[in-house]
């Protein structure tokens, strides 16, 4: 089995590695035999076909599970599937999770397990669309969810943010245990989400895990450049200019491929040490202020005009704390910032994103093309 860990998480693992990774992912392993009696995991991936999505998508098929991505492709993103489709591992299913699905979806399609990505992903979008962010993240969601009740699922892994922190004082780390303080809609939502998980797992038959994830960057299928660190790479790059709204703020960054093998840790740990917790998603070396981003950024644009600006209108602010991830899964990203900077600007030089101008809304989450 491979984790795909750098040589600083190596050294952190290499001794409990043959002992309780390996005897818990085999542990789980035959548990899921006894269970499936030998038939393929196959996991189903709603709102697959996104960012994030198609880097689960991806990095399950080449494990040998199969995946079945559920979207509709709400930003007219549905090209960024395509090259998925050729690995025989990956099949697709166009829904709307706002319609319900036919009686025993999960069933007839062989479903093991169950990822939900599904929803209006990031603060700006759901401000821009209130209503429709209730009738997805809020109702949907939550329909979806029960939906998987009763159907013989496996495990149900629920992705939220570590935006539910919001703004925390200076010197503090916030774990999985500190109080949460949404300051989005798009944060209420994961909040109420997760507590509606929580407070049903004794009504619920499968067992779900709860993920807070940092945010992304990097490149993938489907990239986004609205998201900090991708955006601020690509306009360092194109314009050779920045304007940075208060430089100093904390947050935590966690590369999308690094995010694909959480998951896949997560699916085939054994059930005990993920059933019904909660785990922030990332590591404590990508904790990093906006002005740590635009550093990295000028070793490799050395010649960048930087205009740092106070007063934004986002006031999030956070450090987070990924101590659980670490001791109980196992899991630190092999991915650093720096990294993700290199991709990016190598990508950039070698053409790969010249049409970001011309077809904008496929390389971010700016507006909704496929609303009904």
């Keep these: 089995m491979e984790y795909n860990l750098d040589f600083k998480t190596s050294l952190y693992i290499m001794h409990n590695e043959d002992t309780e990774v ?3 992912i085999e542990i789980e392993t035959q548990r899921f035999k006894e269970i499936f009696k030998g038939n393929p995991r196959v996991v189903l991936l709603a709102g ?4 994030i999505g198609l880097c689960i998508a991806n990095t399950l098929a080449s494990k040998g599970i199969k995946v079945l991505i559920m979207d509709n492709f709400i930003y007219n993103h549905g090209k960024s599937l395509l090259s998925s489709l050729l690995n025989k591992n990956i099949k697709f299913f166009q829904h709307d999770l706002r319609d319900e699905l036919e009686v025993d979806f999960f069933k007839k399609n062989n479903i ?7 929803g209006l992903v990031g603060d700006p979008i759901t401000k821009k669309y209130p209503e429709l962010s209730d009738d997805i993240n809020n109702k949907a969601i939550k329909g979806f969810i029960n939906s998987a009740n009763g159907q013989g699922i496996n495990k149900l892994i629920f992705i939220s943010t570590c935006s539910n922190y919001g703004l925390i004082k200076d010197g503090e780390k916030a774990d999985e245990n500190f109080e949460l303080n949404p300051l989005s809609l798009y944060a209420q939502d994961k909040v109420n989400n997760e507590k509606y998980i929580i407070d049903n797992r004794n009504k619920f038959d499968f067992s779900a895990t709860i993920l807070r994830f940092a945010t992304a960057f990097g490149a993938a299928p489907r990239m986004r450049f609205d998201l900090t660190v ?3 790479i690509r306009d360092a790059y194109i314009k050779n200019f920045l304007e940075v709204y208060d430089a100093d703020t904390w947050r935590p960054y966690c ?3 690094d995010f694909a ?7 085939i740990m054994e059930i005990k040490k993920t059933d019904y917790q909660i785990f922030n998603a990332g590591g404590d070396s990508n904790n990093l202020t906006k002005r740590n981003i635009v550093d990295l950024i000028q070793k490799y644009i050395p010649n960048l005009t930087v205009k740092y600006v106070d007063g934004g209108t986002d006031p999030r602010n956070y450090i987070v704390d990924f101590s659980k991830v670490k001791k109980v899964l196992f899991f630190e990203p092999s991915w650093s910032v720096n990294d993700g900077i290199k991709e990016l600007i190598n990508f950039l030089e070698n053409g790969l994103y010249n049409d970001v101008e011309i077809d904008k809304n496929f390389y971010g989450n700016y507006q909704i093309i496929n609303e009904q």
Aim: aromatic share 8%; hydrophobic share 40%; net charge negative.
């Design 261 to 267: 093998h959480l998951i896949e840790r997560v699916l």
């Design 48 to 51: 697959g076909g996104g960012y």
């Design 22 to 24: 390996s005897q818990s």
């Design 230 to 232: 991708n955006e601020f």
């Design 255 to 257: 590369h999308v491929r």
């Design 112 to 118: 093991t397990d169950v990822v939900v990505l599904a």
